[in-house]
């Protein structure tokens, strides 16, 4: 069952923060640790963007994380690191090297561009500025989901895409959390209606609770996408309070991924850049080797949750021909974005 919340911060030791342009139709999320995080990640989407990724593997040396980021932008958006990175070290965060110190900031974009919103922001990109905003933006308890940071200008093959989140409580009491940014080649809904692939995990009725449709038509199954554009890419992560390794950290990234593809049909496209990052802040020890076994398959859940939350809690932009959301009716009476 979920904690408190129901997000992300009910995982102690963490903060969560927005920088939302709507006219720009795009946005940063951030993620800031209180300490330095064990972290890792995996990228299964055919077309990724990223900021400091390779780290994340592991096999290679660094295995903690100041901060995490998810932006829009696509690769304009990679700025927003600087940006969050400019914050950490106002504050005396980061790795001491020599008489500097550097934070640790992985980074995923998606690709929001062709959403209607005005991209003419002239010389320079606006994702450094909108990363340090998201960063002094951090803060603990609730936070707004859908139309808002990563998951602004975000789309779907049949709604508005969003941000999302999602949390879950172990038999023996760890936590585990999900926050994802929901920009997929393909649909999080089944065929042209509104029911969530995700729909057998749902919690109460955090994204409607319509369930699954009662029958399915060969039309149901069968494959939407955006199109030929490319503005793909369902970016996120999973954090537990939980101490692990960078190893585990690694495995609950994949068991993130299999959750997307729970939620998202089809996932994983040469056009996507799916990536999933995965934290533990390291507050409470694993007891029992079943205890990792359970993280694993909530992360799996969680992120699925996430996944539907994040379009059923958006809003359609505020620009000509936006796609519209969840919300406003069926996926047939759409107008892609």
């Not at 808002?148 to 093959?157: D, E, F, K, W, Y």
């Not at 941000?163 to 080649?185: D, M, P």
């Not at 939350?309 to 009716?329: C, H, I, M, N, Y």
Request: one cysteine or more; charged letters at 15%; hydrophobic letters at 45%.
């Amino acid at each position: 069952m979920p904690a408190p919340l129901n997000l992300l911060t009910d995982i102690d030791g963490l903060s969560v923060g927005h920088a939302t342009d709507l006219a720009l139709g795009s946005g940063v999320t951030v993620v800031v640790f209180d300490e330095p995080a064990t972290a890792s990640g995996i990228v299964l989407g055919g077309a990724p963007g990223g900021r400091d990724t390779a780290l994340l593997d592991p096999y290679l040396t660094v295995e903690k994380v100041d901060a995490l980021v998810l932006s829009g932008g696509s690769a304009f958006g990679l700025d927003a690191a600087g940006g969050v990175q400019a914050g950490l070290r106002e504050i005396g965060r980061g790795l001491q090297v020599g008489t500097t110190r550097v934070p640790i900031v992985p980074q995923a974009i998606l690709m929001d561009l062709l959403n209607g919103g005005n991209k003419d922001w002239g010389l320079h990109s606006p994702y450094r500025d909108m990363g340090y905003e998201a960063f002094a933006a951090t803060a603990k308890g609730p936070f707004a989901l859908g139309t808002v940071g990563a998951g602004t200008g975000a789309t779907t093959a049949t709604f508005k895409g969003g941000l999302g989140s999602a949390s879950a409580v172990t038999l023996s009491g760890h936590r585990i959390a999900a926050l994802v940014a929901v920009n997929a080649l393909g649909s999080a809904t089944v065929g042209e209606g509104r029911h969530f692939w995700a729909a057998p995990f749902e919690e109460g009725q955090e994204f409607g609770g319509l369930g699954l449709p009662a029958t399915f038509t060969p039309s149901d199954r069968s494959m939407r996408l955006k199109g030929v554009n490319l503005k793909a890419t369902t970016i996120g992560l999973v954090v537990t309070d939980a101490i692990l390794t960078k190893a585990q950290a690694h495995r609950l990234s994949i068991m993130a991924h299999d959750g997307l593809a729970r939620a998202i049909l089809p996932a994983h496209l040469p056009a996507d850049g799916d990536t999933v990052f995965a934290a533990a802040t390291g507050k409470r020890a694993l007891e029992d080797p079943l205890d990792f076994m359970e993280l694993c398959h909530l992360a799996t859940l969680t992120f699925a949750r996430a996944i539907a939350r994040g379009v059923f809690e958006a809003t359609a932009l505020p620009v000509e021909k936006s796609q519209k959301a969840w919300r406003d009716g069926r996926a047939s009476d759409q107008t892609a974005g």
